[in-house]
């Protein structure tokens, strides 16, 4: 379990690999992230590139089986702030502590992930979102500091449109990439891997690099 405040404890898996280089906190905002198995077969191939995974859920088991999960899920003040706890749980937890984190989230997930990296950017240092909703963050994605990378499927019209108006606001280090020919839920093993591949490359570039110092903004891929 982990504490994201005083008074709610949140259901999470965490492994970190012998010399991890860094640790990313995986969500994917409306349903249990633990039994994803997307997220899951992501955490493994994280892990496989020398980074820590946090799986977590950031809907209490009660939350989700109550009538209101669906107001729940799409409160991002409330969801970035458990991701935000998530963060200061890994800095005090001995296996992660000194690691610096990320934030990969799926979903609403994403924009639970730039709402949290908005309103606590000291926890967070790269945030990557695979075809999610970083529109959700809505006013404060001017505010997010740490580098992002938006993940969208090239088949994926209406991700796209939202991704590409998201990707306009936000003024961090950033970039978006389209993976042909995917969907929304990047079905296939391939897809999945080409994201992980990236998003994995994208942490281990900015968790090891210092904070917000990067230059440039990197167009979006055509």
Known sequence: MVPVDDAVLLRGRLAVPAGARGVVV????????????????????FQAMGLGTLLLDLLTSE?????????????MGLL???????????????????LRVGYFGSHTGAGAALSAAANRPELVDAVVSRGGRPDLAGAVLPKVRAPTLLLVGGADALGLDINRRAYADLQAPKHMEIIPGATHHFQEDAELERVAELAGEWFLQHLGAPRYELEGDPAPTP
């Open 80 to 98: 970035g702030l458990r991701m935000a706890g998530a963060a200061r749980w890994l800095q005090r937890e001995p296996h992660t502590t000194g």
């Open 63 to 75: 939350e989700m089986e109550e009538r209101r999960t669906r107001q729940l899920r799409f409160n």
């Open 26 to 45: 995986l969500a994917r905002g409306s349903d249990s992230s633990r039994q994803s198995p997307r997220l899951a077969q992501t955490s493994r191939l």
